[in-house]
Nanobody
Framework: QVQLVESGGGLVQPGGSLRLSCAAS????????MGWYRQAPGKQRELVAG???????DYADSAKGRFTISRDNAKNTVYLQMNSLKPEDTAVYYC????????????WGQGTQVTVSS
């Protein structure tokens, strides 16, 4: 079992910044991917950004140029630096981890609320 602890969400003004963190613990051997999804009420959950152990990254079009995902493999932690935040970024953000051994398994954090409002 893998446990994910998310932090960094909150209320921020438009144009402001937040840094989300997600730390994985437990049976963390063979984690391949760590990423961030978000979901607004009435909307489908969508990928914001993801990163593999090798450092390959993927971003939603809406996040490119504003958000940066990074990973500290030694700490089993993934970060999402969010700059120039917009009201449309308001959502619950979920950490996602993919483990390859003993089998391919997806894990999800409890979610952290990000609200961008003046």
């Amino acid at each position: 079992q893998v446990q994910l602890v998310e932090s960094g969400g909150g209320l921020v003004q438009p144009g402001g910044s937040l840094r989300l963190s997600c730390a994985a613990s437990g049976n963390i051997f063979s984690i391949y991917y760590m990423g961030w999804y978000r979901q607004a009420p009435g909307k489908q959950r969508e990928l914001v950004a993801g990163i593999t152990t090798g450092g390959s990254t993927d971003y939603a079009d809406s996040a490119k140029g504003r958000f940066t995902i990074s990973r500290d493999n030694a700490k089993n932690t993934v970060y999402l630096q969010m700059n120039s935040l917009k009201p449309e970024d308001t959502a619950v953000y979920y950490c996602n981890v993919i483990k390859l051994a003993p089998q391919r398994t997806d894990y999800w954090g409890q979610g952290t609320q990000v609200t961008v409002s003046s």
